[in-house]
């Protein structure tokens, strides 16, 4: 399966390489995330969708950048627009929450 095909099983992918390169297991990440085990399972095999506000809680837990996570052209610009707003950064990197 390409990721083209399916965004949602890119950002799967890509979030199952990030949480086994920590060393954590699926119980550790949802610790982190602040949800069921089971939850972040659902979310890791596809049973669950990845909304916008979860991506930029899942890159601030797994201390990666948005574009880790995205990884398909003008669908990483929409996630990424999306979650640097939730994260209170603007588009020129400035950080809104301590200005």
């Known amino acids: 399966m390409r990721c083209k095909d399916d965004v949602q099983a890119c950002i799967r992918s890509a979030l199952r390489r990030r ?3 920590l060393g954590l297991t699926q119980g550790d990440a949802a610790r982190l995330l602040g949800m069921q085990r089971l ?10 969708h ?6 930029a809680a899942l890159c601030a837990a797994f201390r990666c950048p ?6 398909d ?5 929409a996630y990424a627009h999306a979650a640097r707003a939730l ?13």
């Open 66 to 71: 948005v574009g880790e996570l995205l990884q």
């Open 87 to 99: 994260l209170g950064e603007g588009d020129d990197g400035v950080d809104f929450a301590r200005s």
């Open 39 to 48: 939850t972040y399972h659902r979310i890791e095999s596809g049973n669950r």
């Open 19 to 21: 949480r086994r390169s």
């Open 73 to 77: 052209g003008e669908l990483v610009a």
């Open 50 to 55: 990845i909304h916008f506000d979860e991506i």
